[in-house]
């Protein structure tokens, strides 16, 4: 078991010595996320109950983050999320039933609601980027159905997808996805697009009218991680990423490529429950307040599931601004434990 959980010395968001950090095992939720551990727990013949009662719980007293300690070696990372479950549920989930015209992925608040609170702390947000998975948040939620329908064609154009009339898309998806990405998430996929078949079928959707937005540009920011699905997941046999660019109509680039704040191509960076996923979310987050008027976060408040290494709950981000100088931190609304921020630099406006 040495191999498969290694113990930390420091805080892995900060770097404050773990010596010092405050157990609290009421923050850990066990028995959550197991779908994600189950298929390398298989693979390696091992009882998860057994393994994660060796995983504890700790709060750093510098930066307030919660993390796992022992937790997962790289090397058993990769068998999770890049062998073990390849495809992000939640976010596919989301996708999904966006094509079937939903109003998804849930949030806190209403798309016009969100942006104008935002908008009224930081400005006109005519530029926006989001970052981690593509199906979690505002890119999601303001991509026009058409640029959907766009890539369900390029995808049969390219041989992706196998051909197929629309009227028959639903029933070809599950086909597809039968012998080409299966995962433990598969069943409950096939069941929700079966449910939906009408819904999708062309000629009987209505379809999705995008909420009022200023938003122009739009970006999907690549970011490799070993605490995901290294650079993106996969779904349907294609990448996140490039569904980021296909579907969702977001050109796709890196943090490091964009401009300064100072000559900012960015208004907002959208960060929605991928933040914990991230291997080092405070250099993340100072970079991206770097080229952008705010960030918004969607956090998990807590318990903690112990598929992700770090729990980064409310008292992390009220305590934010006493490790990045002259940061702004703003609840901006909460959904069940989701709770989302918006950072911003203080300025003289
Ligand atoms: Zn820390």
């Known amino acids: 078991m040495s191999d498969l959980l290694v113990f930390l010395d420091n805080c892995p968001v900060c770097g404050f010595t773990s010596a010092s950090a405050t157990n609290c095992p009421g923050d850990l939720n066990r028995a959550g996320g197991w779908r994600y551990l189950q298929p390398m727990a298989d693979d390696l013949k091992l009882d998860l109950s057994e393994l994660t009662k060796t995983i504890d719980v700790y709060q750093c007293v510098n930066c307030q983050a919660h993390y796992l300690n022992p937790w997962f070696s790289v090397e058993t990372r990769n068998r999770i999320f890049l062998s073990g479950h390849p495809i992000h549920n939640m976010g596919w989930s989301n996708f999904v039933d966006r094509i079937a015209s939903q109003e998804k992925p849930t949030m806190p608040m209403q798309t016009h609601e969100l942006i104008d609170a935002v908008e009224s702390k930081i400005g006109n947000i005519s530029s926006y980027a989001e970052l981690g998975c593509p199906f979690m948040g505002l890119l999601l939620r303001t991509s026009p159905q058409n640029e959907i329908k766009n890539w369900l064609r390029l995808s049969r154009s390219f041989g992706a997808m196998p051909p197929a009339s629309f009227k028959l898309l639903p029933q070809a998806l ?119 008027k705010g960030v918004l976060v969607l956090t998990h408040g807590g318990p903690f599931s112990v598929q992700h290494h770090i729990g980064l709950g409310e008292t992390f981000f009220t305590n934010l601004p006493k490790l990045i100088p002259g940061l702004r931190v703003d609840r901006i609304g909460s959904k069940e434990s989701d709770v989302m921020f918006l950072l911003y630099q203080h300025s003289d406006r």
């Open 174 to 292: 599950v086909d597809y996805m039968s012998v080409s990405s299966w995962s433990s998430n598969l069943a409950k996929i096939i069941s929700r697009l079966r449910m939906r078949k009408r819904q999708i079928s062309i000629g009987r959707t209505n379809p999705i009218v995008p909420s009022r937005t200023s938003i122009q540009e739009r970006y999907f920011l690549s970011t490799p991680s070993t605490k995901s699905w290294g650079l993106n997941c996969s779904g349907f046999g294609e990448s996140c990423t490039s569904v980021a660019h296909t579907a969702l109509g977001a050109k796709v680039t890196t943090l490091s490529d964009l401009d300064s704040a100072e000559n900012r191509t960015i208004d907002l960076i959208g960060i929605f429950l991928m933040l914990d996923h991230q291997d080092s979310p405070l250099e993340l987050l100072a970079a991206c307040l770097s080229k952008s």
